[in-house]
């Protein structure tokens, strides 16, 4: 927010202005008061007349709670897991009751599935008409029932400020989504009235806004177990993901050790920088053919904060030993037996188990995966190709990698993007990387970028997006215009639902109803029209200019880019299933089958090229 924007809630002497001293306080500024007792800052939502009790509690605070004014309440949502997937801090975000509450859940689904705090606060008809199917009466605590840790309506201003408490710890604590909702009549009603008589021994929730969560240290009888393990193995494999962002230093010291290839799971790409000796990169349908093939072919496996979801890329049962290392009990020896598991913050039980690992005599099997590692960079840099035309999303992607600054942040959409970001955007230095992990969903990519932008004003966000997804959220680039902030949207513009297309080719079947009519839509026209910098590229030799200028605005900017719509995200190693699918597709008349035809043989030639 400009400074200029902002309402003085102190007046020149020193006290509130006097109207607002004789008021009382009420339920909805006791919330917003104890916000900000917990060190909240900011708040994304879209007000309604069902948040009207709440939006006055803001108005209050509003010198040190900021309320970011969104266009769309899923985008909300998408902002605060985004703010909070890159703070480790509470995001929050509220909607009013009914359709804006409805519009929340995708956002908070994706902060529930990959495990990160976000407050929910929605509004609710008054309690005297609850039950009579009054306009807009959505009873969103049964809603939000497999969603929220912590979910409550609340019916008694004595309620506050302790329900508050308690919802913020349960959301810290469990890394999850926890909802408050507000009946509209609790929302204006005087903060600690006592509207009932008492019958009971009980009383009102009594706390203070405070949490404690040491890290969790491990046993010493299970690191003994696992260095044990991990002694035994000839050829040990790493695989870390984001449960492991705070321990680049010990993930790198005990691959040393073990002279262990490191594999990243795609959430985790920032844990270990991709230019690293002894990393093989991703793991899976994006990851790299040297990160496969070491899968395949190690005895002993050490994974690190994750629970990589995507079990058939992992050792067979009974082919490795297994080695967890998490903070979450529950989610160790999810995915495969596991001899040795240990329930621990990953920093710390990296640290107290390298002095118990001898050094590795053998460092052969971590040599010839830095050979392998070498020739696929080789591969993927080649795939850069500023010849072709249509542009090929690799080049795009590349593009991208050298205009960024060393502590950019990137966050991404679900799709084929990811492929591109996942191989092309290099984490060095202080880069970090963000997409919707586990839900996989489209659209976070920009309110993602917006959260984060407000949560670090000094650093470059970029968001990297498809054509869906930006379409689907667009109006909240408005939103990125209207609070003067900076980040850069660039659109990887098939013209298409490019990852639809291509899992309906590897299921052998045609592609049907997943491209758009053409010509492409021109979404810099949009962004110019909002008052920030647009451009649109179809050309090879004009993008890298517009990236620089776009980069070095002082402002919103955002790149159409049109790229070749018949690029297709080929996994690390095609196996022969897939291939099947494919000719099956193409043989039962898969449309456009020349210029896909055309592009492969053009990727292998590239590849091939000294």
């Not at 509470?90 to 495990?115: E, F, M, Q, R």
Request: proline residues 8%.
């Amino acid at each position: 927010m400009r400074e200029a924007d902002r309402v003085p809630l102190i007046g020149r002497h020193g006290r509130r202005d006097d109207l607002e001293a004789g008021m009382k306080e009420i339920v909805g500024e006791s919330l917003a008061r104890r916000l900000v007792e917990w060190g909240v800052d900011t708040v994304f939502g879209l007000p309604g007349d069902g948040i009207n009790g709440l939006m006055e509690g803001f108005r209050r605070q509003r010198e040190r709670l900021r309320f970011v004014l969104v266009h769309h309440e899923e985008a909300a949502a998408f902002m605060a897991t985004g703010y909070a997937k890159a703070t480790g801090r509470l995001g929050v975000c509220a909607a009013t009751s009914g359709p804006g509450a409805i519009h929340l859940l995708n956002g908070l689904y994706d902060a529930k599935l990959d495990h990160v705090p976000v407050l929910a606060l929605t509004g609710m008809q008054e309690t005297s008409v609850l039950g009579t199917y009054y306009q807009q009466e959505v009873h969103l605590d049964r809603l939000y029932q497999d969603l929220a840790a912590y979910n409550l309506v609340i019916t008694n201003p004595q309620q506050l400020p302790g329900v508050v408490d308690l919802a913020i710890r349960t959301a810290l604590s469990r890394r999850t989504v926890a909802h408050l909702s507000f009946p509209n009549d609790i929302q204006v009603a005087v903060a600690g009235e006592d509207p009932y008589r008492h019958v009971g021994p009980g009383g009102p929730p009594s706390s203070l806004p405070t949490w404690s969560r040491p890290p969790l240290r491990p046993e010493q009888e299970d690191l003994a177990r696992a260095a044990e393990v991990l002694s035994d193995g000839e050829r040990v494999a790493m695989l870390v993901g984001v449960g492991a962002r705070h321990a680049r230093e010990e993930v790198l010291a005990v691959a040393e050790r073990l002279a262990s290839p490191i594999v990243k799971t795609l959430p985790g790409k920032f844990v270990v920088p991709d230019d690293h000796p002894l990393t093989t990169g991703g793991l899976g349908l994006l990851g790299t053919r040297p990160s496969e093939e070491l899968m395949e072919e190690c005895d002993t496996l050490l994974m690190v904060g994750t629970s990589f979801p995507y079990s058939t890329y992992l050792p067979a049962p009974g082919r490795a030993r297994v080695v967890q290392i998490d903070v979450d009990p529950s989610l160790v020896g999810m995915r495969r037996p596991t001899e040795a598991p240990v329930a621990a913050d990953a920093r710390l039980a990296l640290r107290e188990l390298l002095p118990m690992l001898e050094p590795a005599a053998d460092r052969s099997f971590l040599a010839r995966y830095q050979r392998k590692m070498d020739a696929w960079r080789a591969d993927m840099k080649a795939l850069q190709d500023p010849s072709r035309d249509p542009i090929a999303p690799q080049y795009l992607m590349g593009c991208v990698d050298e205009t960024a600054s060393g502590d950019a942040i990137l966050t991404c959409d679900s799709g084929t993007i990811a492929t591109w970001a996942a191989r092309h955007w290099t984490i060095r230095g202080g880069r970090e990387f963000y997409l919707s992990g586990n839900l996989a969903t489209m659209a976070p990519g920009l309110p993602y970028a917006i959260g984060m932008q407000h949560a670090f004003p000094g650093r470059q966000v970029i968001a990297f997006v498809g054509d869906g997804g930006f379409a689907m959220l667009m109006a909240d680039f408005l939103t990125a215009v209207r609070h003067d902030l900076p980040i850069k949207v660039v659109i990887n513009n098939n013209n298409s639902y490019g990852q639809i297309l291509w899992e309906q080719i590897v299921l052998g079947y045609p592609e049907y109803a997943v491209r758009h009519r053409r010509p492409e839509a021109d979404f810099s026209a949009w962004a110019r029209g909002c008052g920030a910098f647009g451009v649109k590229i179809s050309d090879p030799r004009e993008l890298p200019g517009a990236l620089r200028r776009a980069f070095s605005h002082d402002g919103p900017a955002l790149v159409d880019c049109d790229v070749n719509p018949d690029e297709p995200p080929m996994p690390g190693r095609v196996k022969y299933e897939q291939a099947k699918a494919f000719t099956e597709a193409f043989l039962r008349g898969q449309p456009h089958k020349a210029n896909i035809l055309a592009t492969v043989a053009r990727d292998k030639f590239s590849e091939l090229r000294p």
